[in-house]
């Protein structure tokens, strides 16, 4: 379940000030041929219910068996939803190489924070907020390799409502893991904190810490493709930047196994003064002169300006401002400046993030036995009414969530069987007599348990 923390357990920052020709490495201890390094990153699925869910990350502890590997021990609280359009490293450590079964993560302290600002709610964790991450084909270390570790927390499926719509809510650890050996492509990372330090080698480029743990610093490189934007939200150049200036940075880490290099964040955006927010809604109004209305979930609204430099994103990769129509959910990263009485509140935008759209979802009783040459079942809907048919996307994620023992594994289609309560998300069918698409497929089971 876990966390992010903007800290990359790379290496110290130093402390220093000023600008320099050699930028210090933050690179883990030499690579031994027997080690790799393993990354530990976190993303999230987003939540329109809540305005925030908060726990505290304890623990991640990468587990095979010749014994364990403590990664992380905190405790370092966070917000599972300002990760849903983002990833963020917890660390970058070295591994003993071999094939690792299990990542157990402890988590405290879950916090729902509700939209219209009455009481939270504090579900109680299962398993003493031990969450089991488990992969049928385990976790491969290879010596001198990076492989990268995504936790996926989806918000909205590990929260449910019990108890009769009584308003009570359950954890359930709906957690996905892949296992990333090219990169950080899939999502951007986006880390706040103050410039410790600006280089010359190469142009442009600086030491990020983090505000709090200043031990915790990256390299920044940024280009002729960076957006940079000054602390009122304006467009800016890289040469503003000063030592002590508190930055957000949204980009991709990079490294390269072949030289056993040091990590380094590539910069897309780049924005300075500290007072960038983040802001989801919906479109309500058509994209004209460089700006459109949106209304938040919170069923407020402001005007999103658009401006020379603002990034376009879907979870494809980068976009055109063609994507910005009317009815879509996005989400806004800028600066909100002070306006006069009478004026409309508004975001001068660094990056406009459009989200998917939500998927569809069904509830129920597998009521066969799945048919593995067909890929499909039946299924008994949740509440009764007629059985429905459903096919599997072939490349269908299917997570065996048991939640008394608090473990997740990843499974596949053959781990499907009669009578297992399901929760399907994909595509409804058009007509009535159509079959239901499941992308993803959450199965309740029981028993299990691990050390």
């Known amino acids: 379940m876990l966390a992010t923390i903007v800290s990359l357990i790379l290496s110290a920052c130093g402390g220093g000030s000023g600008t320099t020709s ?10 031994q041929p027997t080690s790799g390094i393993v990354g530990l990153v976190i993303t999230d699925k987003p939540s329109h219910e809540f305005s925030a869910i908060k726990l505290d990350v304890v623990q991640a502890i990468l587990i095979g068996g010749d014994g364990q590997k403590l990664l992380f021990e905190g405790p370092r609280q ?6 849903t359009n983002y990833s963020e490293p917890v660390l970058f450590e070295r591994v003993e190489a071999g094939t690792y079964t299990k990542l157990r993560l402890h988590i405290d302290n879950l916090e729902l924070v509700s939209l219209d600002g009455s009481e ?22 290879l010596p001198g390799r990076t492989m990268i570790i995504e936790v996926d927390i989806d918000a909205n499926k590990s929260i449910k409502v019990t108890g009769n719509g009584n308003g009570k ?44 743990e200043i031990d915790n610093c990256i390299t920044v490189h940024t280009g002729m493709g960076t957006s940079v ?47 960038a927010v983040q802001i989801k809604g919906n479109v309500v109004s058509d994209p004209a002169n460089n700006e459109f209305l949106l209304q938040k979930y919170d069923e407020t609204s402001l005007v999103v300006e658009l401006q020379d430099g603002t990034r376009f994103f879907d979870p494809t990769g980068e976009v055109g401002p063609d994507s910005i129509v009317l009815g879509t959910d996005v989400e ?35 009521a066969d036995e799945p048919d593995a040459a067909t890929r499909s079942f039946m299924l008994t809907p949740e509440g009764g009414g007629n059985d429905i048919c459903v096919n599997v996307a072939d ?9 008394g023992a608090s473990e997740v594994l990843t499974g596949t289609f053959d781990d499907l069987a009669m009578d297992q309560l399901v929760d399907l998300f994909g595509q409804a069918p058009d007509a009535e007599d159509g079959c239901f698409l499941a992308d993803e497929i959450i199965v309740e089971v029981t028993g299990g348990g691990g050390p």
């Open 78 to 83: 966070i917000n599972l939803l300002d990760l």
């Open 120 to 141: 939270s709610w504090f579900p109680k964790l299962p398993a003493n907020g031990k969450v089991d991450l488990l992969d049928q084909d385990g976790f491969a270390v």
């Open 229 to 275: 934007f000054d602390m009122d939200g304006a467009p800016t150049d890289i040469t503003s930047l000063m030592v002590d200036d508190p930055v957000v940075v949204i980009g991709r880490y990079n490294w390269d196994d072949s030289s056993n290099s040091d990590i380094w964040l590539d910069a897309i955006i780049v924005e300075i003064g500290g007072n």
């Open 332 to 366: 806004v990263e800028g600066v909100m400046p002070a306006v006069g009485e009478g004026e409309s509140a508004r975001i001068r935008a660094a990056l406009v993030f459009v989200m998917p759209e939500d998927a569809d979802q069904a509830s129920g009783t597998i």
């Open 22 to 31: 050699n930028p210090p490495v933050n690179e883990p201890p030499p690579l």
């Open 395 to 403: 490349e269908a994620s299917v997570l065996l969530v048991n939640v």
């Open 169 to 212: 809510y359950q954890f359930r650890p709906v957690v996905k893991v892949d296992i990333l050996d090219g990169g950080l492509q899939d999502k951007l990372a986006r880390l706040e904190g103050f410039v410790a330090e600006t280089y010359d080698d190469p142009a442009g480029s600086f030491l990020v810490c983090h505000a709090i």
